[in-house]
Structure formats: C-alpha cells, structure tokens
C-alpha cells in the first residue's frame, strides 16, 4: 500500500478511530456524495445490528468532527487462473478470503490531508488482526464506485490496487480491485 509514512505520523496524534455511534454528529458529515450520507445516517446502524459490516469512524480528537468513515465486512473475490499465477498463488480453488471496504468516504473539509489513504493504511491492521486470531484472510477488497466519480479507481490504484480482472467482466456501477497484503 502506498505508505506515507511522515503523514500518516503527522495524522495519528490528531485523529481516534472509533465504532460507529449515533452520539457522533452523523448529520454534520459531508463528503458531497447524497448516498454516502444517507448511508451514516440511515443504514449503517441497521447493517452493524444485523453483522454485514461494522462501521468504524475517524474523530477528530480536537472537535469531534467525523473526518471519514469505512465499512468493513469479510468476502471473497474470484482469480482466474491467469491471475492466481501471476499472484504466485498455487492453490486448487479460484475464490480468495479478503477483507471487504464497502463504503469508505471523507468529510469535504478534510480533502487536505490524505485521510482516505490513512484509513486504507488502518484497514491493514483488521487484516492483521483476523489473520491472529486464526482465520485466513490475504487482501483487502473494494468494489471502486464509478458512478457518482469516474476517477475514483485512480485513488486505489495510486495506493496499490490493482483489478479483480474476472469480478469486472460484466459491471457497470463499480469495479473490483484488491490489495494484496502479503
């Protein structure tokens, strides 16, 4: 993943990583995206209460503005063969465990500084954590929305994703891209 490391240091101290809360300003949060919105405020609560994702908040520690937010769930993507060997991945089946960002968005006010970057990079750590406890688990997994923003493949590519070739064969709305983190 593309690591910045000087910013990333700069960005810690100031920021707190936090479970989704209705006692946060959920209505404050603009990242100029109606759907993006309308999922803190309306649907993240009913995915955390019924285990499809859990929702995880960058406060800042100075106002308590929410910064950016990320869903996160487990998933698996499908490789083809030509791809399982470019990964160097020698197994019998096509399917790969990963680490899914459903939804990651950053408040407008906070464009500044890298912070989508930032929760990519704390995503890593999840990852890590599954992989502890017991349970296999190799890349993290988006599907890049290029509804609303065209662009925003470029922002996983430019932090070490790369496409799911056989996941994007017949999408229109979004496109598949992985990292893989070992």
Not at 87 to 103: M, R
Not at 168 to 182: G, I, Y
């Amino acid at each position: 993943m593309f690591y910045k490391e000087e910013m990333y240091e700069y960005i810690l101290p100031l920021v707190e990583l936090v479970n989704f809360s209705k006692g946060y300003r959920l209505n404050d949060f603009d990242c100029s995206s109606e759907d993006y919105n309308s999922f803190l405020l309306n649907d993240a609560e009913q995915y955390i209460n019924e285990n499809i994702s859990k929702i995880k908040l960058l406060i800042n520690k100075q106002n308590g503005d929410i910064i950016s937010y990320m869903a996160l769930s487990t998933d698996s993507f499908l490789l083809d063969s030509e791809e399982k060997s470019k990964e160097g991945l020698d197994i019998p089946f096509n399917s790969v465990p990963a680490v899914k960002i459903g939804k990651l968005a950053t408040d407008k006010k906070y464009k500044d500084l890298p912070y989508g970057s930032f929760m990519l990079w704390l995503s890593l750590g999840f990852l890590e954590k599954i992989n502890e406890l017991g349970v296999g688990c190799r890349c993290i997994i988006v599907d890049a929305d290029i509804t609303e923003r065209p662009d925003t493949p470029e922002f996983y590519l430019k932090n070490g994703f790369e496409f799911n070739e056989k996941e994007n064969k017949k999408r229109t709305r979004s496109l598949s891209m992985r990292f893989d983190a070992f």
